[in-house]
């Protein structure tokens, strides 16, 4: 077993709130340069950039995760990771299907564009991918299972999309494997308002939407990874997060 360092919650250009420079390839050499090991994708309501995703960090060494930041029905954002490529966007056709149709304003809103891996532009999505859809919060872990992956709560400590924020509090009836913080520093203030938290493991991203909101690889897992390969750490990744085993 080894440490590695991740960021598991970044936006590509897909999501209409993440810059145009947020391509592919621009992801995968910043997560180099900043040293982590380990990147999600994690585009709204969608993983359409997931393949040219895995692509560009092939070449720049970078083990790649397909996820997506799901809106539920409550406005809750929950971060959703699996362990294959093809999980993922098999998760992406069920969540289509459950999605508000909001015609998108690129001049309001911003562009949604979906990439090859090489970074030309092979489409757009028309629809304003950050609406909620029509997906409980109850219904996540679930739905998500049934594809192979794990979700939990993102950004816990933002008043937009946190579930604390939204709801108060974590419903007992569904058992988190972790949860995310957007600032390190406020790590205690919530385990004093929900001490259950400090029997989940603890993770901290950058919800990129720019470039340089990627941060440098401080944060890090200890994951198995004998004998190696990136589908085995990403399945290592998926059964660390699936249940309680302690803040990291």
């Given at each position: ?17 993440g810059d145009?420079e947020m ?6 050499g910043?997560?180099?340069?900043a040293?982590?090991?380990?990147g ?12 040219a ?13 397909g ?16 362990p294959?490529?093809?999980a ?11 999605r ?12 949604q564009?979906?990439?090859?891996g ?10 304003y ?17 049934r594809?192979?992956g794990i ?10 999309g ?5 709801l108060?509090?974590?419903p007992?009836?569904?058992q988190?494997g ?15 308002r ?19 909101q ?7 897992l200890?994951?198995?990874?004998e004998?190696?390969?990136?589908a085995?750490?990403?399945i290592?990744l998926?059964k ?9």
């Amino acid at each position: 077993m080894n440490r590695y360092t991740y960021d598991l919650h970044i936006h590509s250009a897909l999501s209409p709130c993440g810059d145009n420079e947020m391509t592919p390839n621009n992801i995968a050499g910043f997560l180099s340069l900043a040293g982590i090991a380990i990147g999600a994708l994690t585009d709204h309501n969608t993983c359409a950039n997931c393949p040219a995703f895995f692509e560009a960090c092939k070449r720049y060494g970078v083990v790649p995760v397909g996820g997506m930041e799901l809106t539920t029905a409550e406005e809750i954002h929950i971060v959703c990771l699996f362990p294959t490529l093809e999980a993922a966007l098999e998760f992406d056709e069920t969540v289509k299907k459950r999605r508000m149709r909001i015609e998108n304003r690129a001049e309001i809103f911003g562009e949604q564009l979906v990439f090859d891996g090489e970074d030309r532009v092979i489409g757009s999505d028309p629809w304003y991918l950050p609406a909620a859809t029509d997906i409980s919060l109850m219904e996540v872990p679930a739905l998500v299972k049934r594809h192979g992956g794990i979700c939990y709560p993102a950004h816990i400590d933002r008043p937009s999309g946190g579930l604390p924020a939204i709801l108060g509090g974590f419903p007992p009836e569904i058992q988190f494997g972790c949860y995310e913080l957007h600032d390190q520093d406020k790590k205690q203030e919530y385990l004093e308002r929900f001490p259950h938290l400090g029997a989940l493991t603890q993770l901290c991203c950058s919800d990129a939407h720019s470039l340089l909101q990627i941060k440098d690889g401080e944060h890090s897992l200890l994951l198995d990874d004998e004998p190696y390969s990136s589908a085995l750490l990403r399945i290592s990744l998926i059964k660390k997060l699936a249940k309680p085993q302690g803040a990291l």
